[in-house]
Nanobody
Framework: QEQLVESGGGLVQAGGSLRLSCAASGRTFRDLAMGWFRQAPGKDVSFVAAIDGRDLGTKYSESVKGRFTISRDNAQNTVTVYLQMNSVKPEDTAIYYC?????????????????WGQGVQVTVSS
């Protein structure tokens, strides 16, 4: 049974740092693009960052570019995806979701992501 489990969320002051982790197991995620998305209160889910499954190319939303870094560790049975969040701002407050695409590369389509974690809360205080 496939499973994506996020961890590392919490409360952080503006300007601080936080690192989210996502442990993905149950199927072969190694060759699949992985992404982080977030949902702020009263808003739709939005793209944060993605990392491709083979060449490890990365993409970021404009709002986090230069502050957040996505990376991945492809172990044999479990893929771990990280989101290093630096210089956080109050507007980064949201539930953050890890997701796996059905494709190797990120094509910019939310619908490509067919496996999702339960989400982790990140709250940035001003």
């Amino acid at each position: 049974q496939e499973q994506l489990v996020e961890s590392g969320g919490g409360l952080v002051q503006a300007g601080g740092s936080l690192r989210l982790s996502c442990a993905a197991s149950g199927r072969t995620f190694r060759d699949l693009a992985m992404g982080w998305f977030r949902q702020a209160p009263g808003k739709d889910v939005s793209f944060v960052a993605a990392i491709d499954g083979r060449d490890l190319g990365t993409k970021y939303s404009e709002s986090v570019k230069g502050r957040f870094t996505i990376s991945r560790d492809n172990a044999q049975n479990t893929v771990t995806v990280y989101l290093q969040m630096n210089s956080v701002k109050p507007e980064d407050t949201a539930i953050y979701y890890c997701a796996a695409s059905q494709f190797t590369y990120y094509y910019g389509n939310l619908a490509d992501f067919n496996s999702w974690g339960q989400g982790v809360q990140v709250t940035v205080s001003s």
